[in-house]
């Protein structure tokens, strides 16, 4: 049986998470959003440190750069950096449109960068089609067993 | 000749320097003589500091005492070398320079551009003997304030007058001018910020608007609907505007990439970027052979997409025709598009350039007004002018200039 896709995303803005996930809830695929708020919860997330011992191994990581205490592009390089986190794709979802935020976060080993849009319609087909494709179509490297 | 005038940075002060001259400074002059004050400060004469160029003492004796009786109290410092003069207007504020034309190692006027190469601005009066008016004159050209022969000496104090004024104009002047630019920097500064910061908080509201509207219509009441409708317009109104001001107040902001552009290529890429507008609206754009230019291809694009957008947003009862057009007029190439639309009426021609300013209600035509003060703002950050000539119902030209350029190496 196929589980279900887990999701990590990160990110200090409320409304932006639950918009997203209540854009996931519908859509065909079943996924399971996991949210933290700062850059340490996520990298406690990732490495199951503390609370999140039992977490799940995410399928994809949706981050935010500008983040409290420990900033999106510093989550970005631990997750790159670190050989059992690193097949995991990192979408970085943000407002920001500066190419030195794009470049530096393709640099760092991002899979893809995506804006935030400002209106609904569009934050809908930005969300779907990046959880249908990064958690659908793209074929990714075979979970290491944990 | 050598003498016991300044003998470097240290002795400074006449009044200790030059022991032989007697009374030089503040010593006040006889109330009768005194022309009163040269600048009012206070009621209380000003201390007038010069600085001179000067070898012979006498001289000197003569100069400070012709200030001192017209009432300046005066401090002088002398220089008798470059390298002294040059140490002593680093070291010293002085109001003005008394430079003698001719000593034995340099020459006044050399006076003038060690001051233009310290960005120093003290007036520099020229006390001579027989200069010769040529001299005098290329002298004067060269950055001279004034020049004053010293067996006319009782012209000094009001040169000096005059030359403080001009002083105190040019200075005022570049403060103007200075704190005008200041506060263009901040005002853009601000704009960008404001811009920048409101879009994260907009979002909010836009995206969340829209979601109670697609999810809750119908289901409260026709009341609630409508408010929903006016939240969700209003939200992504403001989002356009500003999304138009930041996009204005990046034009000043991000340095230009000037190089060489066809135009007609611009114009191809601006026509792409308007194809829904040109095939809703049934335009026809027509242009001529457009040249190559100096410029900013991208913003040149902006300015090019404003200029037809409006002209098809504008349109008349006949289905919009736009022309646009180039041609040598002077050193600039001068760009026109023109168009068959409702035309301006003239008391209107100059304020369509004007930021937020609209001409229409929102009901006739949308638009925030942003639009043309863009292309005003890029045009002029080229170095080029943008004006429009219009008949109402007759259609509008906009008129923009492109200053011919060497194309820069790349």
Redesign the interface.
């Known amino acids: 049986m196929k589980t279900q896709p887990e999701i990590l995303m990160v990110d200090d803005?409320p409304?932006d998470i639950d918009?997203t996930s209540?854009v996931l809830a519908q859509s065909k695929a079943h996924f399971h959003v996991n949210a933290v708020n700062d850059g340490v919860e996520a990298i406690s997330f990732l490495r199951r440190l503390g609370k999140y011992a039992q977490a799940p191994v995410p399928d994809l990581v949706v981050l935010d750069l500008n983040l409290p205490h420990i900033d999106g592009c510093e989550v970005l390089s631990n997750i790159k950096s670190d050989p059992a986190l690193a097949r995991i794709p990192v979408v970085i979802f943000t407002?920001s449109q500066a190419d030195s935020d794009i470049s530096r976060s393709y640099k760092l080993g991002a899979n893809c960068y995506l804006r935030?849009?400002?209106?609904?319609?569009e934050?809908v087909a930005v969300v779907q089609s990046m959880a249908e494709f990064w958690l659908g179509f793209a074929i990714l490297p075979q979970k290491e067993k944990r | 000749m050598q003498c016991e005038l300044g003998q470097g940075p240290e002795a400074l002060q006449t009044s200790s320097g030059l022991s032989a001259l007697p009374s030089i400074g503040s010593a006040g002059a006889p109330e009768g003589v005194s022309k009163g004050p040269p600048e009012e400060a206070n009621g209380s004469t000003k201390r007038l500091r010069v600085l001179m160029v000067e070898d012979e003492p006498a001289d000197v004796e003569l100069v400070l005492r012709a200030l001192r009786q017209a009432g300046f109290e005066t401090t002088a410092d002398i220089a008798q070398t470059g390298k002294e003069f040059t140490d002593l207007v680093r070291k010293n504020l002085y109001d003005v320079i008394l430079a003698d034309y001719k000593l034995p190692n340099w020459n006044g006027m050399e006076s003038v551009e060690v001051l233009r190469q310290e960005g120093l601005d003290i007036p520099v009066i020229l006390v001579s003997g027989a200069l010769g008016e040529q001299t005098a004159v290329e002298c004067i050209k060269q950055g001279a304030a004034d020049y004053v022969l010293k067996d006319h000496l009782a012209r000094l104090p009001e040169a000096v007058r005059r030359a403080m004024r001009e002083r105190k104009l040019r200075e005022d002047h570049r403060q103007a001018q200075e704190e005008l630019a200041r506060s263009n920097r901040d005002l853009e500064q601000f704009a960008y910020v404001a811009s920048h910061d409101l879009q994260e908080p907009l979002r909010m509201v836009a995206t969340y608007t829209q979601l109670l509207a697609e999810r809750y219509k119908g289901k409260l009441d026709s009341d609630a609907d409508k408010y929903i409708h006016y939240a969700v317009d209003g939200a992504l109104r403001m989002q356009k505007l500003v999304q138009d001001l930041l996009a204005f107040s990046r034009v000043g902001r991000q340095g230009m990439a000037l190089e060489s552009t066809d135009s007609n290529a611009v114009l191809q890429v601006a026509l792409l970027n308007l194809e829904a507008a040109i095939r809703e609206g049934g335009a026809i754009v027509e242009h001529a052979q457009l040249p190559a230019v100096v410029a900013d291809g991208s913003q040149l694009v902006q300015v090019f997409q404003n200029l037809i957008g409006n002209a098809i947003k504008f349109h008349g009862s006949e289905p919009p025709v736009i022309q646009v057009a180039a041609g040598v007029k002077g050193k600039e190439w001068v760009f026109s598009v023109a168009d068959n639309g409702i035309g301006i009426a003239p008391e209107n021609v100059d304020n369509v350039f004007v930021i937020f300013r609209r001409l229409h209600t929102r009901a006739e035509y949308s638009g925030n007004g942003i639009g043309l003060s863009i292309c005003k703002k890029i045009v002029e950050q080229h170095g080029g002018r943008i004006w429009v000539e219009s008949r109402p119902d007759h259609g509008s030209i906009f008129y923009f200039t492109i200053p011919i350029k060497a194309i820069p190496k790349q």
């Open positions: 803005n409304a918009l209540e407002t935030k849009p400002g209106n609904l319609p934050f």
